[in-house]
């Protein structure tokens, strides 16, 4: 199985500043159809999880410019510009590249200084 | 408007039964893979099991092999999760998720929450 490991687990952040959560995975993620199938979720407190980033780097409908997915083999990275007070919650990365299993990470707690 | 709604959740003793149900609408549902996710109290998330459009292909966690059974009814636009032989740490919130390419969850449910106890 693949196993997904994020870092920090808890990231607390100045309203404004920014920020960033690390992502690796135990294998290459890079498909044999040439895509990397790395995503990443925000999950609010009280929420379902709602998917951000697809594919490494493509930010879904609705999610606001300030979000942004790079990486590629077994590193990924979202990173966050201007943290805003919406932007508390719970961050999971996911592959589907070698599944089944599909994996998730540990979760990144992200909370306001 | 992509909605999945969630039933079937509730307080069920080790060892017993228990059937998720999971509505689709504002998509054709029969196009779609399906996934349950689910999370346990204060833990990560945890994928379960996806089902193919025709059924033809399950997959599961090795956790659930054995007892849990993932279903769909096309016509019904709905998708199922059979768990039986229950255990605590089957506590937890079930989420329904609509599958796209890469094996990704694009749509999830306002979950439903399973408590597994005497």
């Known amino acids: 199985d693949v196993v997904m490991t994020q870092s920090p687990l808890s990231l607390p952040v100045t309203l404004g500043q920014p920020a960033s959560i690390s992502c690796r995975s135990s294998?290459?993620?890079?498909?044999?159809?040439?895509?990397?199938?790395l995503n990443w979720y925000q999950q609010r407190p009280g929420q379902s999880p709602r998917r951000l980033i697809y594919?490494?780097?493509n930010r879904d409908s609705g999610v606001p410019d300030r979000f942004s997915g790079s990486g590629s083999g077994t590193d990924f990275t979202l990173k966050i510009s201007r943290v805003e007070a919406e932007d508390v919650g719970v961050y999971y990365c996911m592959q589907g590249t070698h599944w089944p299993p599909i994996t998730f990470g540990q979760g990144t707690r992200l909370e306001i200084k | 408007e992509v909605q999945l709604v969630e039933s079937g959740g509730g307080l069920v003793q080790p060892g017993g039964s228990l059937r998720l149900s999971c509505a689709a609408s504002g998509f054709i549902f029969s196009n779609y893979w399906m996934g349950w996710v689910r999370q346990a109290p204060g833990r990560g998330l945890e994928w379960v099991a996806n089902?193919?459009?025709?059924?033809?292909?399950?997959y599961y966690v090795d956790s659930a092999k054995g007892r849990f059974t993932v279903s769909r009814d096309n016509a019904k636009n709905s998708l199922y999760l059979q768990m039986n032989s229950l255990r605590a740490e089957d506590t937890a919130v079930y989420y329904c998720?609509?599958?796209?390419?890469?094996?990704?969850?694009?749509?999830w449910g306002q979950g439903t929450l399973v408590t597994v106890s005497s």
């Open positions: 594919e490494v780097s």
């Open positions: 294998q290459s993620l890079v498909y044999s159809d040439g895509n990397t199938y």
């Open positions: 089902i193919k459009p025709d059924e033809s292909e399950r």
């Open positions: 998720a609509r599958v796209v390419p890469g094996a990704s969850f694009d749509y």
